[in-house]
């Protein structure tokens, strides 16, 4: 059987504009809204060993689906230049996502290569990563040795059959308690435990998971089912607003809103009347948070997006394989960020026709979350 291409990115994008005039960095980069940089997410591999309904379904992403080949991905010296780049204009934060990141032979060299880099005041980056949790309770402390501060694992039911029916490949939900467990045990904290919800799928374990986790030094988030890419199926009935997570949780368990950690913070946070922790929701589709986006984000093969619902993006590896100078590529990344005025939550339509007819929007297997 032929293989089975499915484009993920912007197969045809070009490399950013180099400026005429190379302005070195400040630190200080504002969009055109007067978002800062803050955030960098760097998906390092398009391979997932689970087959989630809302990420990577098996009916698309088949046993004849082709990946990126090895020399399309960005080494960890490409990787580790745009990361320094990307700090001298502000950023403080990279998450490492993929697919599913701890397949990346090696990450640890990685995760070392970044644990060195420093801010322009000196200090350490936030370094952290996005996990199916599979691989963790082998790679933990791995990982930790290596510099890793903390991970956040995706699980969206205590149900092994519900489990193993979003996973799609049969992986029981124990073994990654488990990883969460060791995890934790070797340091990586605080740790964050994400859970898409999608109507009549797992809505029912809502309630379940609160109740499991709380008490627990976990930190509990639950994620409304988004409309990135084009192969999910998405379908705005399946969505279960925030505000009924959080309306279920409280009915049982009591709920109080605090503060955000930082400006910018994705999920708005909840904490038990009682003392018993805390949970957060993120509400992409019901209550965009938009107007405070500083993340940007790098694809497995070096592709600049400036928002999770991008349909085309920016391609550094062009760059940087040209031989292109720091002070150019910097530039060139300055001179996009400047641009950006990307809000597309903010104005999605109830039949999410706020981006153009015709157009993919970049998958999230391909970007990272």
Known sequence: MAEKIIMLGDGRAPPPVIPATLDAPTGLLGDALGRPLHDLRISVTDRCNFRCVYCMPKEVFD???????????????EITRIATLFIAHGVEKIRLTGGEPLLRKNLEKLIGMLSALRTPSGRPL???????GSLLARKAQSLKDAGLNRVTVSLDSLDDATFKRMNDVDFAVGDVLHGIDVAHQVGLGPIKINMVVKGGMNDQEIVPMARHFKGSPFILRFIEYMD???????????VIPSAEVVRRISAEMPLLPIEANY????????RYA???????????????????????????EGKLYTCLFATRGHDLRALL??????????AAIGALWRVRADRYSETRTMNTSG????????EMSYIGG
């Not at 936030?126 to 199916?132: F, K, M, V, Y």
């Not at 990135?228 to 399946?238: I, P, R």
């Not at 400006?263 to 909840?270: F, I, K, L």
């Not at 992409?284 to 694809?299: E, G, I, M, P, W």
């Open 63 to 77: 046993k004849d689906y082709a990946y990126l080949p090895h020399s399309s991905l960005l080494s960890f010296e």
């Open 126 to 132: 936030d370094i952290t990563l996005t996990t199916n």
């Open 228 to 238: 990135v890419g084009a192969s999910n199926g998405w379908n705005l009935d399946e």
């Open 263 to 270: 400006s910018g913070e994705t999920a708005a946070r909840w």
């Open 274 to 300: 009682d003392g018993g922790g805390e949970v957060g929701v993120i509400s992409s589709v019901t209550q965009a948070f938009c107007k405070d986006c500083s993340r940007a984000r790098l694809s497995t």
């Open 321 to 330: 394989r040209e031989g292109r100078s720091d002070a150019e590529i910097s």
């Open 355 to 362: 981006i153009e007819r015709g157009e993919k929007r970049v």
